[in-house]
């Protein structure tokens, strides 16, 4: 996929947006205080980044979107249910699929945060080295990792807090503290995709609930 748009756009998510997010802040920071601010603020961001994107490992986020879910459906159903329902705008059948659309999302989040993303043993060790192409620069040839014992396929990665290598690795999720590797990546996929999804049903909702009282509101208006 060298020089097509998927590529330019896995550049841009896995570097260019962060560069481009600091060079934001960096100005930020000289315009209000000089030279010396630019250097705080440049200080400051990389830290902060380094810790969301490398030392955040722990239930920490997990528990935050499980209260955020949890709290959002409370809230959908003590306030938001009987007006759905009221509004004849947005059929009765909606009141079911926005449970189902929940309980899909949660069925995703839970597998994404249990199911295991592999793992790569002197027994199917072979297997791996033969599943991807080594590139000569970020996965070479010969490398072994001394903790297993076993040599490192292409795209693996070495997890010291589990001990494992784990194949086709991608990244650590803290949201489901969980990483993501060949084994549970399309678990991970289903989570954000259900979520989206999920986003997106409630933003509809939302739009035809406030349609639904501009137009009572200009009848009442017309009385």
Not at 2 to 13: C, K, L, N, R
Not at 108 to 115: D, E, N, P
Request: hydrophobic content about 45%; aromatic content about 12%; some cysteine.
């Amino acid at each position: 996929m060298q020089g097509t748009v998927v590529e330019s756009a896995y550049v841009f998510i896995n570097g260019g947006c962060l560069r481009l997010a600091r060079q934001g802040v960096v100005v930020v920071g000289r315009w209000c205080g000089g030279e010396q601010g630019e250097q705080r603020v440049a200080s400051c961001f990389d830290g902060v980044t380094e810790w969301a994107c490398v030392r955040l490992q722990g239930p920490a986020l997990q528990a935050l979107y499980g209260t955020l879910f949890a709290g959002g459906v409370y809230v959908y159903q003590t306030s938001c249910a009987q007006v759905l329902l009221a509004n004849p705008f947005i059929p009765s059948y909606h009141h079911i699929t926005a449970y189902c659309g929940c309980l899909v999302a949660l069925f995703c989040f839970l597998m994404a945060s249990t199911c295991a993303p592999g793992s790569i043993t002197k027994a199917n060790m072979k297997e791996y080295m033969e599943a991807y192409p080594f590139d000569g620069h970020l996965w070479t040839k010969g490398k072994v990792i001394s903790e297993l014992g076993v040599l490192r396929p292409a795209r693996s990665k070495y997890d010291p807090i589990g001990g494992v290598l784990i194949p086709k690795f991608d990244h650590y999720c803290p949201w489901v503290n969980n990483c993501i590797g060949q084994q549970n990546m399309r678990w991970f996929l289903a989570f954000l995709l259900s979520n989206t999804v999920l986003c997106c049903y409630a933003m509809v909702l939302v739009a035809a609930t406030l349609y639904y009282e501009v137009q009572v509101n200009q009848m009442s208006k017309l009385n």
